[in-house]
């Protein structure tokens, strides 16, 4: 029967676990204009982040 070497510590075994917990990046709806977005950035159609305006978006 095998043995291990060493002992696996919690950080490395946790690690080694998260790869198969991974499910991508999550996209959310925009509450402003409802354009798909990445949680926690600038949206890119409206350009606004929290309710704010944050960047102008103007047809050049």
Not at 13 to 24: E, L, P, S, T
């Amino acid at each position: 029967m095998a043995l291990q070497q060493s002992k696996v510590s919690k950080q490395k075994k946790r690690q080694r676990k998260a790869a198969n917990r991974y499910k991508g990046i999550q996209v959310s709806l925009c509450p402003a204009c409802g354009a798909s977005r990445i949680p926690h950035r600038i949206c890119t159609k409206c350009g606004q982040y929290n309710g704010r305006q944050i960047i102008s978006t103007t047809a050049e």
